[in-house]
C-alpha cells in the first residue's frame, strides 16, 4: 500500500512559480513511477509529468520547459517546480503512483494504482 499527501498548492500571479510536493508511505517507494496529474473545472483530469523508478522523464506538451519533475527516494517525495505559469494552469494537481515498465512514452497512459487527494493551483491573470 502506498498512501500519497499533496502540498504546496495556492494562487499565484500568471508568470509567477509554485512547488507542489507530494509525500508517499511505503518502503517500495523507489520502485513506483511516480506522476502528476491535474483536472481543470469543467474537464477530464490530464496527464501533466511522470518520473520512472529510474528517473526516465516523460512530460506533457504544454508543460515542458517550464514545469520539472524530481524525486528524493530518501524522503519518499516527488515534486512539481513550476515555473512561468499561465491561467490555463490552474487546476487541481494529484500526484499518483505506479509500476512501470516498457517504453517511457507508456508512462502517461499507464494505470496507477495509488492517488493523493489533491492540491489546489490557482494562476491569476
Known amino acids: 500500500q502506498v498512501q500519497l499527501v499533496e502540498s504546496g498548492g495556492g494562487l499565484v500571479q500568471a508568470g509567477g512559480s509554485l512547488r507542489l510536493s507530494c509525500a508517499a508511505s511505503?518502503?517500495?517507494?523507489?520502485?513506483?513511477?511516480m506522476a502528476w496529474f491535474r483536472q481543470a473545472p469543467g474537464k477530464e483530469r490530464e496527464f501533466v509529468t511522470a518520473i520512472s523508478w529510474n528517473d526516465n522523464i516523460y512530460y506533457e506538451d504544454s508543460v515542458k520547459g517550464r514545469f520539472t519533475i524530481s524525486r528524493d527516494n530518501a524522503k519518499n517525495t516527488v515534486f512539481l517546480q513550476m515555473n512561468t505559469l499561465k491561467p490555463e494552469d490552474t487546476a487541481v494537481y494529484y500526484c499518483?503512483?505506479?509500476?512501470?515498465?516498457?517504453?517511457?512514452?507508456?508512462?502517461?497512459?499507464?494505470?496507477?494504482?495509488?492517488w493523493g487527494q489533491g492540491t489546489q493551483v490557482t494562476v491569476s491573470s
Open positions: 511505503g518502503r517500495t517507494f523507489s520502485s513506483y513511477a
Open positions: 499518483a503512483a505506479g509500476r512501470h515498465s516498457g517504453l517511457l512514452k507508456t508512462i502517461a497512459t499507464m494505470p496507477y494504482g495509488y
